[in-house]
């Protein structure tokens, strides 16, 4: 849960075996906007959307990436944002 400059300040997977090859990871509002979208493994969603901070919500997250040799693999799930 991205919380401004606590531990939690942005929502992003960790794992060391991801490629930027294949990375993508989306954050959807309940009502289905892309409020984030990343290509690169090091960045993160910090709670915000076209420069303004969403409300505490939950958010759906879908993640996809090459693991290693063992091929593809997705995930999804949801995020709860507190302010």
Not at 22 to 27: A, F, K, L, P, S
């Amino acid at each position: 849960c991205p919380r401004a400059g606590g531990p939690n300040s942005v929502f992003k997977p960790v794992n060391s075996y991801v490629t930027m090859e294949n990375y993508n990871m989306w954050i959807y509002s309940r009502e289905g906007t892309l409020v984030f979208h990343t290509t690169d493994p090091n960045l993160g969603w910090n709670g915000g959307y076209n420069g303004n901070l969403l409300p505490t919500a939950c958010y759906v997250y879908k993640i996809s990436y090459t693991y290693g040799t063992d091929g593809e693999f997705e995930a999804s799930g949801t995020v709860t944002l507190i302010r």
